[in-house]
């Protein structure tokens, strides 16, 4: 959304998840297609690494295009692709290589409440 947010590093979105929460499915919207110097890239990530996103150039696919795009945790398949946070987490977008020069997204995560595992 700002300068601070497009340059290489971790950056919060300011929305935690709580201890338990069972991520089982989502998508994001690109609104404006993301653009940055040669090489730059983009993961987003809540328990640990691309683990909604995996890390990707913003040259291509899925940030070089405006529309919906897939994320990791499936609401089909919530037995193998779901992510459990083991505390609370803040949903994070991740700056490698290279700063952003432009590019927005909304982020749609389905969570349900979970409980400690034993």
């Known amino acids: 959304a700002d300068a601070a947010n497009s340059a290489v590093g971790a950056h919060g979105v300011g929305?935690?998840?709580p201890i338990h929460a069972i991520i089982v499915g989502g998508f994001v919207d690109v609104n404006t297609a993301f653009t940055?110097?040669?090489g730059a890239a983009l993961a987003i990530h809540v328990q640990g690494a691309n683990d909604i996103?995996?890390?990707a150039a913003v040259s291509g696919a899925?940030?070089?295009t405006i529309?919906?795009?897939?994320?990791?945790?499936?609401?089909n398949t919530p037995e193998s692709t779901s992510v459990k946070c083991t505390a609370a987490r803040e949903i994070t977008c991740t700056v490698a290589t290279e700063v952003l020069?432009?590019?927005?997204?909304?982020g749609y995560l389905y969570y349900l409440e979970g409980v400690a595992s034993a």
């Open 15 to 17: 929305v935690t998840l």
């Open 36 to 38: 940055g110097e040669t």
């Open 53 to 55: 996103i995996s890390s």
């Open 62 to 64: 899925p940030w070089s």
């Open 67 to 75: 529309g919906r795009k897939a994320i990791v945790p499936k609401a």
């Open 101 to 106: 020069t432009a590019g927005k997204l909304t």
